[in-house]
């Protein structure tokens, strides 16, 4: 989602090919063995298979998007976030009976990572200011499964002014406009002409 909303900004035609984890296709697996999605294939065939690669693949430095901080300093925090927040993210969201800790270690050791977020956010709209910048973008899908998971919990955080800025991404026409859903993309056929959201599928 966070590469979608960085190539919806920058508003280049795409074509979109929705992925089924449990289904990935053999074409996207040849030029991207890993296996992970987002998988971003450039008109000079060059594969890009990290989100936040893509994300600055499609924001320019010189742009709005890094007004406030650097390319590299916002990547900086967002890798570490990636690294020290999804970890505890997914054991609280698909928590196992033998997993070493409860649901709920795991649901606070991720909290934990969220209290700096919420110092920056009560002295500003956005994470490092008054203008949204890539971390907000980075860092906001994250949050949100988070929140989803139990989201009474989440509201009655202390984390009040975090619990604003995500209810105010979650109407933000940028995310809605990428949380559509497209049918899953068949090998041999075209995917969706993204952003416009006209399917391209050959008959
Ligand atoms: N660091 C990678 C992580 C990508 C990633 O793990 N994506 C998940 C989906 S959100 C995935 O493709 N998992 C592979 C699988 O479940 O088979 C990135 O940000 O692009």
């Keep these: 989602m966070r590469a979608r909303m960085a190539l919806m900004v920058q508003g280049a035609q795409l074509e979109l090919r929705e992925v089924l984890l449990r289904d990935k296709p053999a074409s996207m697996l040849a030029i991207s063995p890993k296996g992970t999605v987002p998988v971003l294939q450039t008109a000079n065939g060059g594969v890009i298979d990290e989100s936040l690669d893509i994300m600055c693949w499609a924001l320019p430095p010189e742009s709005q998007w890094f007004a406030l901080a650097t390319q590299a300093e916002q990547l900086e925090q967002a890798r570490s976030f990636d690294e020290k927040f999804k970890p505890h993210l997914d054991a609280y969201k698909y928590h196992r ?10 649901r606070d050791l991720a909290a934990g990572h969220l209290d700096r977020f919420e110092a920056n956010l009560r002295h500003h709209d956005y994470l490092l200011g008054t203008t949204p910048q890539l971390l907000d973008l980075a860092v906001m899908p994250f949050v949100r499964q988070f929140a989803s998971v139990d989201r009474p919990w989440f509201d009655n ?17 940028l995310f809605t406009a990428v949380m559509t859903k497209f049918p899953q993309w068949q090998e041999g056929r075209l995917g969706e002409r993204w952003p416009s959201g006209e399917s391209r599928r050959a008959e």
Aim: proline share 7%; aromatic share 12%; net charge positive.
């Design 97 to 106: 009976p033998g997993a070493g800790r409860c649901r709920e270690e795991y």
């Design 157 to 173: 955080q202390h984390r009040q002014s975090l619990r604003r800025w995500l209810d105010r991404w979650l109407v933000d026409p």
